[in-house]
């Protein structure tokens, strides 16, 4: 940076009332290396007051890193996203790649608090960068050292208190814990589970340090799910509460009843299909909430496993066939094995083997279509930008009723007529 565009910067600093006017009397090129080499809390306060358009401009004229580490300063996620559809070149694809959000999220994992020092500084020079770090932001920053630009640990503030000033802070680094920017959600909480740390440090393909996550910030928002899983699943609005009134109530379910009781006729017109069968092997009957039972009960340990997977960004329906495949194997397996179970049950309790037979054959097939719809079905409607949680299960469980019944009464009608 020459020395012109150094006295600039110096006075964007210390002009919190000129520093958009300033900025925006640069160049481009100009602006983009002044914005960089401000801190956090200064980016985003000016990231605030420009326009989406004079952003657009700073960012299209950045690497797809520099550009990265500028949105995320953005805690607006509505505008943040605006702008990341109007990017253009290749920052756009690792951008949406690097800021990935838990759905209700409306900041960043990502935080900024921190200084970067060379292993070489003295201490009472990191002072001096921790003090200025304060100034801006009214917080006293986590202290990072690299190497040559390579992280390399971290120093904790009561060492800086007890040595003296003129000892090279590289002396007193310890390892931190870190993951890539490319790592899933499900990995970082897994990694501050682990490892009983209070942050992990996140790391550029070039190892280059692009934030901290906080274990708090962390479990404090992914620990928020499965409250707001089990309303969405119920179809309650997650605004409900116990002393609503009668007519709040209501209206927040009588919807979603209507719906279930469309679905509830589609799965009794399959007792209508086969009533003659019904009519001379009664005995079926009682198989009915059986079978039924037992494939929601598997559909919805299927749908818990896939919903948490999209919630924390691990699975889509791009990548997901995989895992699909391998549910609807387990549903053979675990098929097989109830199936055994109540054919055994239903030939001691019967006493008829062909019973037991048909039995057990829809349980496995039951169970299949469990592990099929309950995996593929959230991921579908994840994909056509529907709400997993608050619509799966409706079709789920229809699916599994309606099979359930075709496989135990079209096989009665097949084996025992």
Not at 15 to 24: D, H, I, M, T, W
Not at 109 to 118: H, T
């Amino acid at each position: 940076m020459d020395k012109n565009l150094e006295a600039e910067l110096k006075l964007i600093q210390k002009n919190p009332a000129e520093r958009v006017s300033r900025l925006r009397a640069l160049s481009l090129p100009e602006r983009s290396v002044v914005l960089q080499e401000l801190s956090s809390h200064i980016q985003q306060t000016i990231l605030t007051e420009l326009k989406i358009s004079e952003v657009v401009d700073i960012i299209d004229h950045l690497d797809p890193r520099q550009a990265e580490n500028i949105l995320a300063r953005i805690k607006d996620q509505k505008r943040r996203l605006t702008i990341i559809k109007k990017i253009k070149g290749e920052a756009r694809d690792k951008i949406e790649y690097f800021l990935r959000f838990h759905p209700k999220a409306t900041t960043s994992l990502i935080s900024f608090n921190y200084i970067l020092v060379a292993g070489k500084t003295t201490i009472g020079d990191a002072a001096s960068a921790i003090e200025e770090h304060f100034e801006d932001t009214g917080k006293f920053p986590e202290i990072l050292i690299h190497e040559k630009g390579h992280l390399v640990g971290e120093v904790l503030m009561s060492t800086l208190v007890r040595e003296r000033n003129t000892a090279t802070i590289g002396r007193f680094a310890r390892p931190v814990q870190t993951v890539t920017y490319q790592a899933e959600v499900a990995e970082i909480v897994d990694t501050l589970t682990l490892s009983h740390r209070k942050k992990v440090v996140v790391l550029d393909n070039d190892e280059s340090v692009l934030g901290i996550i906080y274990a708090d910030d962390a479990m404090s928002l992914f620990g928020k799910m499965p409250a707001e899983s089990l309303y969405n699943i119920s179809g309650m609005d997650d605004t409900s509460r116990p002393f609503d009134s009668v007519s709040k109530k209501f209206k927040s379910r009588y919807q979603w009843l209507i719906l279930n009781l469309a679905t509830a006729f589609l799965a009794g017109s399959m007792i209508f299909l086969f009533q003659d069968t019904l009519d001379q092997l009664v005995i079926l009957a009682m198989y009915i909430p059986i079978v039924a039972g037992m494939g929601g009960n598997a559909a919805s340990q299927v749908f818990a496993v896939m919903l948490r997977g999209i919630t924390l960004g691990t699975i889509t329906l791009s990548n997901g066939m995989p895992a699909i495949w391998r549910e609807v194997k387990t549903g053979v397996l675990t098929g097989i094995m109830i199936g055994l179970i109540v054919a055994f049950i239903s030939v001691v309790w019967n006493d008829s083997a062909l019973l037991g037979l048909v039995v057990g054959l829809a349980m496995v097939g039951v169970h299949i279509v469990a592990g099929l719809f309950g995996a593929f079905v959230p991921l579908f409607l994840k994909h056509v930008g529907k709400d997993p949680a608050a619509t799966s299960s409706i079709f789920i469980t229809t699916a599994t009723d309606v099979f359930g019944l075709f496989f135990l009464l079209g096989l009665g009608a097949l084996i025992l007529l």
